[in-house]
C-alpha cells in the first residue's frame, strides 16, 4: 500500500494515538476522509467537464464538415443554373403577360364599339339627365300647409 508495509503503518497510527489522543483521532480520521471525497467529486466534475468540451468541439467539427458540403453542393447547383436560364424564364413570363394585357384590351375595345352600334340602332335608349327643380320643397324643408 503506496511503498508502506504493514509494520510502518502501525507505527504512524501509534504516534498518531499519541499524539492525538484517543478522543481527536477519530474526529482526524474522518475529516481526512471527507477531505479524499471532496478531491474525488472535483476531479470527477472537471473530468465530467473535459470529456463535454471534448464532444462539443468534435461537434462543431462535424458541423463546419457540414456546412462546408452544404455550401459546395449549393454552389454547384448555382453554377449549373446559368442567367441565361433565368433570363429566358423571365422572357417567356413577360410574354404572357403582354398578351394577356392585348387580350384585356382587346375586349375592352369590343364593348367599346358594341354599346356604340346599340346606341346608334336604339336613340330610345339615350340617357337623359334629370336636373334638379330649385326652389321646389325639398325632403328637408317642411312642408307649409294650405287653407282650404
Known sequence: MFGFSIFEVLVVLVVAIIFL?????PKLIVD???????????????KET????????????????YKKQFEDSVDSVTKDVQLSDIDTMFDEYKSKENLEVEQK????????????????????????????????????????????
Request: charged share 40%.
Open 21 to 25: 489522543g484517543p478522543d481527536k483521532l
Open 50 to 65: 473535459f470529456d463535454k468540451e471534448l464532444q462539443i468541439s468534435e461537434i462543431k467539427k462535424e458541423a463546419l464538415e
Open 32 to 46: 481526512i476522509v471527507k477531505f479524499f471525497k471532496v478531491v474525488k467529486k472535483t476531479l470527477n466534475e472537471a
Open 105 to 148: 384590351s382587346n375586349n375592352n375595345e369590343v364593348q367599346i364599339e358594341s354599346h356604340a352600334q346599340e346606341a346608334k340602332q336604339n336613340p330610345k335608349n339615350k340617357k337623359t339627365t334629370v336636373k334638379p327643380k330649385i326652389g321646389k320643397t325639398t325632403s328637408f324643408k317642411k312642408k307649409e300647409a294650405k287653407d282650404v
